[in-house]
């Protein structure tokens, strides 16, 4: 009986979303060109240690050349370099944002679908509450609240809130609502299903089948909206550098953008097309390769 | 319905509720002290106590149970109610004895007494040592002279009261007295009879929400802070500034629906073939742009056609490129959103029907399916409405546009707390209430849906 084993078995649907995306060139493709500027994320800043001695006052605002591929800047340093480490820059924060606000979405929704009652309410209050203040205020106002301040301070692990830490934790406090509405609504529908009556039956508290039975089931929300939280993240990150409110002592493409911002009139067009280019190109990467996820994941858009 | 609505306004209340509370926490425990910026240093402590006690910053940040000591004048007279240092005392500077100056009249029968407060303290009572309510300054010039030359009158620190009726009277301060200590021994003196009285403030249900937060969400449901740079309130302002931010989100909100309408029909009409392919990728290449490169971009390219447009504000016909760079920015993800709507309505049961009958597809997509994709089209309309008053924040900064949106930024930058809190509160106002009305259209005109 050698029944053949993918028609009698169902596959899993990591298995199932793995199998889609892997046939599907545009993911692929997208998939590759994100994991190009994760490496460029991850190498530049060891490759270019020391960025504020980089300036070179003999080859300011150089065209394009053999030498410099992207020219030069205003204080003569290779446009090449400062978009890699401006790609650092972008990728650290769209990852870290993504990492502080996925899961708090996830835990504050699963938690609010779950338990329903004055939880819910004070959870749905809280995200309406922020969802009605302007995104970008919002961000500002915390960037600024931050300014001068020290999370863990004289600890080991002392974060300094005025640089790329006060970014990314601006971002992550601000962006978990999309996931945390996602979450508590498909919680609510999960929780009336018949596999987490059969485990209340069997005697399970009610945070182990939060964790252990409703979660697993919601989970793919949570990679789908981290895959498309980068696209918001990096031009959030793009939007607060160009307002000065951004990374200080790094380049990023932000920062580029608003140094270049009067070199498109003198006809010098490298700075702010490199900058605005590899911008382009991971947010596309990003927002496709999100779509693409999704329609993997969902089992809804099968 | 009308049960629904009542509790939609009710939640609505505690939204707004938690808006401010978020601003308050935000910009005035986070932020903390902003007069540096506003007020000069070499003015020195009286004129940052003049700007705390205008804006309202003197008060605690909560609840208020703090009190105060009162020196009363009983008299009246046409002299005017002072305290002065005199021999080496600082009390009344430390004591802040300038906070209620005397209002004089010209008719003093039935005028009400003359009061001279000091600093609040919080839980103020007769044992409360003096030096607690002068906020760490010294109440004496230097180290005051032993109590046997003090006796001899000239050298000791005291302070000397007149009073409306031109009576004058010192009273002595010495080290480590307490209020009460401090009281009897004014109320002793000589000169007084009981035309001075000292006493506490009353405790009342007032002056427990003379706070800094009931200050705070009394300026914005008014609207009625103060700017701390300008001094204008934000009513004013919102009447200089909003049609600036209007003239370019209005005519940028009507045109992008119009034109991201027509592009998706036409899209959603040759669905499959390419030229549908085409259009969505050109929408989503469109999202990926960055909104900068937009801003840059067409400023460059109007600077290149025809360059007296591509300056900032200075005549009506600037608005064009603003507009033109707002439409152009939004148009993708908008017609990618329309295309999905009416694409999801095409698939529908009746569409089949009336194809089936025979009706012409172009009367199919224009009579039918466009009435059912109205619903929501509209309300993810209105949804955008309580955001034009904002203005677009970049546009305006980078094209010199005094509307809302620079003036949030600016202030934001230079901390100027009343107009930044006073915005965000216009906003959650408004988009609370747009959706409500977004709920309430979809009940009249959705009859599947039921409000609970």
Redesign the interface.
């Known amino acids: 009986m050698n029944v053949t084993k993918n028609t009698s078995m169902g596959r899993s649907l990591w298995a199932d979303a793995l199998r889609r995306i892997f046939h599907d060139k545009t993911a692929l493709t997208c998939f590759a060109i994100i994991c190009l500027y994760v490496a460029i994320a991850v190498m530049s800043p060891l490759v270019f240690p020391d960025w504020s001695a980089c300036h070179d006052y003999n080859h300011r605002n150089e065209a394009p050349s053999w030498k410099y591929p992207l020219g030069t800047d205003a204080l003569g340093r290779s446009v090449v370099q400062k978009v890699f480490l401006g790609a650092h820059v972008s990728i650290t924060v769209g990852f870290m944002s993504n990492v502080i606000a996925i899961p708090l979405g996830m835990f504050l929704g699963a938690l609010a679908g779950f338990f329903g009652r004055r939880l819910d309410d004070f959870i749905v209050?809280?995200y309406?509450?922020?969802a009605?203040?302007?995104g970008?205020?919002l961000l500002?106002?915390?960037k600024?609240?931050f300014a001068d301040h020290k999370l863990f301070s004289g600890s080991f692990a002392e974060v300094d809130l005025s640089g790329m830490a006060g970014v990314y934790i601006a971002l992550g406090l601000t962006s978990w609502i999309g996931t945390c509405r996602l979450i508590r609504a498909e919680t609510m529908k999960c929780k009336e299903l018949d596999y987490v009556l059969a485990a209340r039956a069997c005697g399970r508290g009610d945070l182990a089948i939060m964790f252990r039975h409703i979660l697993p089931n919601v989970i793919h929300i949570g990679i789908i909206n981290f895959s498309l939280g980068f696209v918001g993240a990096i031009?959030a990150e793009?939007?607060l550098s160009?307002?000065n409110l951004g990374v200080q002592d790094l380049p990023s493409?932000?920062k580029m953008?608003?140094e270049a911002?009067m070199d498109?009139?003198v006809g010098r067009w490298w700075e702010?097309s490199a900058a605005?280019i590899a911008?382009?190109v991971i947010?596309?990467a990003w927002?496709?390769f999100g779509d693409r996820l999704r329609d993997a994941l969902d089992p809804k858009l099968k | 319905m009308t049960r629904y609505v009542f509790r939609r306004l009710v939640?609505a209340v505690?939204?707004?509720f938690?808006?401010m509370?978020?601003?308050f926490v935000?910009?005035r425990i986070?932020?903390g002290d902003v007069s540096t910026a506003y007020v000069n240093q070499k003015l020195g402590i009286e004129a940052r106590q003049a700007f705390y006690e205008k804006h309202k910053l003197d008060r605690p940040s909560i609840f208020n149970f703090h009190k105060r000591l009162q020196f009363i004048d009983n008299t009246t007279g046409s002299h005017v109610f002072t305290i002065k240092d005199i021999s080496g005392s600082m009390a009344a500077r430390a004591l802040n004895l300038h906070l209620a100056p005397p209002r004089h009249s010209a008719n003093p029968v039935g005028r009400e007494p003359l009061i001279m407060a000091s600093r609040l303290v919080f839980a103020l009572s007769a044992s409360t040592p003096l030096s607690a309510m002068t906020d760490n300054k010294p109440l004496f010039a230097s180290a005051p002279k032993t109590d046997g030359v003090a006796s001899k009158g000239e050298g000791s620190p005291s302070l000397r009261f007149t009073l409306s009726d031109g009576t004058q009277f010192e009273g002595f301060v010495k080290p480590k007295e307490t209020c009460g200590e401090f009281i009897t021994a004014i109320q002793a003196c000589p000169n007084n009879r009981g035309k001075l009285t000292v006493a506490f403030s009353s405790w009342s249900l007032v002056n427990v929400f003379d706070a800094q937060f009931f200050w705070h969400l009394w300026e914005n449901v008014t609207f009625q802070g103060r700017s701390y740079a300008t001094n204008q309130t934000l009513l004013e302002i919102i009447g200089q500034r909003a049609k600036f931010s209007l003239s370019i989100t209005v005519p940028a909100l009507v045109l992008t629906w119009l034109i991201s309408m027509i592009i998706s029909c036409f899209v959603a009409y040759y669905r499959g073939t390419w030229i549908d392919k085409f259009g969505v990728l050109l929408t989503?290449?469109g999202?990926?742009?960055?909104?900068?490169?937009y801003m840059?971009?067409g400023q460059?390219v109007m600077?290149k056609i025809a360059p007296e447009y591509a300056a900032g504000l200075f005549h009506p016909s600037s608005i064009y490129v603003p507009v033109l760079i707002a439409v152009v920015a939004g148009l993708g993800s908008e017609v990618r959103f329309y295309r999905t709507i009416i694409l999801n309505e095409i698939n529908k049961d009746y569409v089949r029907t009336a194809r089936a009958k025979g009706v012409p597809l172009t009367s199919i997509l224009f009579l039918h399916v466009l009435k059912n994709c109205m619903l929501p089209i509209l309300t993810d309309l209105i949804s955008t409405i309580p955001?034009l008053i904002?203005g677009a924040?970049?546009l305006e900064?980078f094209f010199g546009i005094p509307g809302l949106g620079d003036l949030?930024?600016t202030s934001?930058t230079s901390?100027d707390v009343p107009i930044?809190t006073g915005?965000?509160y216009l906003?959650?106002v408004l988009?609370?209430i747009s959706l409500i009305i977004t709920d309430i259209l979809y009940a009249v005109f959705d009859p599947r849906i039921r409000l609970q």
């Open positions: 209050w809280l309406t509450t922020i009605s203040v302007p970008i205020i500002i106002a915390l600024f609240a031009s793009v939007i160009f307002l493409w932000g953008i608003n911002r498109l009139v702010l605005v911008t382009f947010i596309l927002n496709i | 939640q505690f939204t707004v938690g808006v509370l978020l601003t935000l910009f986070i932020a989503v290449l999202m990926c742009i960055p909104y900068l490169a840059l971009l460059w600077f955001f904002m924040l970049l900064r949030l930024l934001i901390r930044i915005l965000t906003t959650a988009y609370v």
